[in-house]
């Protein structure tokens, strides 16, 4: 396992999916009863973007000034946009960054865990033994949250039912291995047998588009309940890049959460595409009845 999120931090594809993350944690919250929020592949939750181009072996070049970096001097942003924006700022102030650039970029844990209210609980499993201990000291004096150094897809299904009787599941694997797409519609399917209702978000990398309607159709197979993706490229389909988008597939999404988020893609797609081919779209995989 190389992965290390690292290097991709604060990029396109962590824009869409932490500004998503962001919105359905403060739809949650629209009830006063606390939910559940489970990571099944939580990574380190901080990253240091003036590090981001060192790696253990390589020098690469850092992708966040192609995503967050793009949105971090731009007034009037849609509000989804904004308040994701808001919560990366908070947090890059907090750690002491002065600067007019990022620098401190918050992973999904943190995210979730700043908007967390004491009702709220954080699972969080990472099984890569260094992320799994920088994230144990990320949260070494935060209540309320649960940190894992396991397999995320069978952890999952411990947590369900949730105590909490509502859950918010992020999977967002590394996808390096070729069964990945598979081992996620196992997790989906065992994880709604337990918990129906279970709000689920599962991003995925847009490679190759016959992959991804691959995935859809085994996911749909499932006989899911109301279900949509969010998908947002940043260059056409011939572009050299190999990732050339990246999406949320949502199930049980929060009622109507999806008026807000199409509109708040489609700004995205216009602030980061690299070529002629930015876009972005949202298609019900299973409509809402
Ligand atoms: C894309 S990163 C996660 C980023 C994080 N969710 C965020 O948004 O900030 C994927 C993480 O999954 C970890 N990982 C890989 N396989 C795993 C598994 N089976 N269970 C739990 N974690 C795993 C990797 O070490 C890596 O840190």
Not at 129 to 152: K, N, W, Y
């Amino acid at each position: 396992m190389n992965y290390r999120h690292h290097y991709h931090a604060g990029n396109f594809a962590d824009v869409l999916k932490h500004a998503v993350l962001v919105r359905l944690v403060r739809a949650m919250q629209r009830k006063e009863r606390g939910f559940r929020y489970v990571d099944t592949h939580a990574g380190r939750g901080r990253y240091d973007l003036a590090s981001a181009a060192r790696g253990d072996t390589l020098e690469r070049k850092p992708e966040w000034p192609e995503g967050i970096g793009r949105l971090w001097n731009r007034a009037a942003l849609p509000e989804v946009l904004a308040d994701y924006v808001a919560q990366v700022k908070a947090f890059d102030q907090k750690l002491g960054n002065l600067e007019s650039t990022p620098r401190f970029y918050p992973g999904s844990p943190r995210l979730v865990e700043a908007l967390a209210r004491p009702q709220d609980r954080l699972s969080l499993f990472e099984k890569q033994p260094e992320e799994a201990e920088a994230l144990r000291l990320e949260f070494a004096f935060s209540l309320g949250v649960g940190i894992q150094s396991t397999d995320g897809y069978s952890g999952l299904k411990g947590q369900l039912p949730a105590p909490e009787k509502r859950a918010l599941v992020l999977i967002d694997p590394p996808f390096e291995t070729k069964d990945e797409f598979a081992q996620v519609v196992a997790s989906v399917d065992a994880a709604l047998r337990r918990a129906p209702a279970s709000t689920i978000a599962i991003w995925y990398p847009l490679t190759e588009r016959a992959r991804v309607d691959a995935f859809f159709e085994n996911l749909t197979a499932l006989a899911l309940p109301p279900t949509f993706a969010l998908e947002l490229t940043v260059v056409g389909p011939a572009h050299e890049m190999k990732m050339k988008g990246s999406g949320l597939v949502v199930i049980n999404p929060p009622w109507q959460i999806d008026r807000e988020l199409e509109p708040a893609a489609v700004s995205l797609a216009e602030v980061l595409a690299q070529d002629q081919g930015g876009r972005a779209e949202l298609r019900w995989l299973v409509k809402e009845a």
